[in-house]
């Protein structure tokens, strides 16, 4: 079982395949994700599993798992959702990346939606 270190930094490296996808260290124990560097993966850099990112979609229903809440600093009033777990808790890299794509739709300009899109 990897650990949640590992799993954030495999997220990590996915995230940046896509289209324009850069990082982005606002803080000292930050690596997130950004695009035209606007953030739409906040990657903690510790040994703790804990994201943010921006469901516009399908926030609600994640709003309704046990390690899901609103992000602080009014970030949760625009749909960002903060998952925070241990390590037997952490949704599989499917579903992460579904929430972590979900997020960049939101935040990438169309033309990038459109080239992931053109990926197939």
């Not at 590992?6 to 260290?25: N, S």
């Not at 906040?42 to 992000?71: C, H, I, Q």
Request: charged share 25%; glycine share 8%.
């Amino acid at each position: 079982m990897a650990s949640p270190r590992e799993i954030i930094d495999a997220l990590r490296q996915w995230g940046l395949t896509l289209p324009g996808a850069h990082l982005k260290a606002p803080w000292p124990d930050h690596s997130d994700l950004a695009v035209n560097d606007k953030t739409f993966a906040y990657l903690t850099t510790g040994d703790a599993f804990r994201m943010s990112v921006k469901l516009r979609y399908t926030g609600a229903m994640a709003l309704d798992l046990p390690f899901a809440r609103p992000t602080g600093y009014g970030l949760g009033k625009s749909g960002w959702v903060t998952f925070e777990c241990d390590a037997a808790a952490i949704p599989d890299m499917g579903q992460l990346r579904e929430w972590v794509e979900e997020s960049y739709r939101a935040q990438a300009p169309k033309r990038l939606v459109r080239e992931l899109d053109a990926r197939g």
